[in-house]
């Protein structure tokens, strides 16, 4: 079972705003990722943030990571249309291969 | 970058038969692949664990025998759904690893009719 929860579950905004996605995770954790996914396609990486990091930017993207929650937050600003796609977190939880376990993701729609 | 490409990227099949899915990392060695199943608006559950060279490890409740992995190089790694059912119909995704986060394909939508 996939131990990520990940609220909204779907997210609806109009150009220009911020989006933000929330994920909760449930047992210890080596490092958080983000992931972004256009319908019927793979998966494309967006950012990694470790256990021992509370914030990352990358471009338009700000991660939080909270591990005393167990939570983490993925922030996109001045959002476009082209951001309109399904986000998933994923946990690491150090295994020597990188087994991932994927959260429910969001479903983000950006209006023109 | 890292390029992970998926063979077929869609396949219609009828019940009954066998379908094969290509996974190959085309510009680096994966000694790790791994494959995933998704239903429609729903997330991703890792199916199993492809290692080159020796078994596959697979995830609680996936049947091994319905799922034939084979990890025969380190580039290419095949999932072959067996006797294929209509309620086997789903998007099939597969990743791997290359020093860093993971890389996907673009996916294989099955239709079982």
């Known amino acids: 079972s996939q131990q990520g929860e990940e609220d909204p579950q779907a997210l609806s905004i109009q150009e220009g705003e911020n989006a933000t996605m929330n994920c909760s995770y449930k047992?210890?954790?080596?490092?958080l990722q983000w992931y972004r996914q256009n319908s019927g396609r793979g998966l494309v990486h967006l950012i990694l943030?470790?256990?021992?990091?509370r914030e990352k930017h990358s471009g338009r993207l700000r991660v939080t990571l909270d591990t005393s929650k167990k939570s983490s937050s993925l922030l996109i600003t001045a959002s476009r249309a082209a951001d309109t796609a399904s986000y998933f977190c994923?946990?690491?939880?150090?295994?020597?291969?990188?087994?991932?376990?994927f959260g429910q993701g969001t479903i983000l729609t950006v209006h023109p | 970058g890292a390029v992970v490409s998926q063979h077929p990227s869609w396949v219609i099949c009828k019940s009954g038969t066998s379908v094969k899915i290509e996974c190959r990392s085309l510009?680096?060695?994966?000694?790790?692949m791994f494959w995933y199943r998704q239903f429609p608006k729903q997330s991703l559950m890792l199916m199993a664990t492809s290692n080159e060279g020796s078994k596959a490890t697979y995830e609680q409740g996936v049947e091994k025998d319905k799922f034939l992995i084979n990890h025969a190089s380190l580039t290419l790694s095949t999932l072959t759904v067996t006797s294929a059912h209509p309620e086997d119909s789903s998007f099939y995704i597969c990743?791997?690893?290359?020093?860093?986060?993971?890389?996907f394909g673009n996916g294989t939508r099955l239709t079982v009719t």
């Open positions: 047992t210890s954790i080596n490092n």
């Open positions: 943030i470790r256990s021992n990091e």
């Open positions: 994923a946990t690491d939880a150090g295994t020597s291969y990188g087994k991932l376990t």
């Open positions: 990743s791997a690893r290359a020093g860093g986060p993971l890389h």
């Open positions: 510009d680096f060695q994966a000694t790790t």
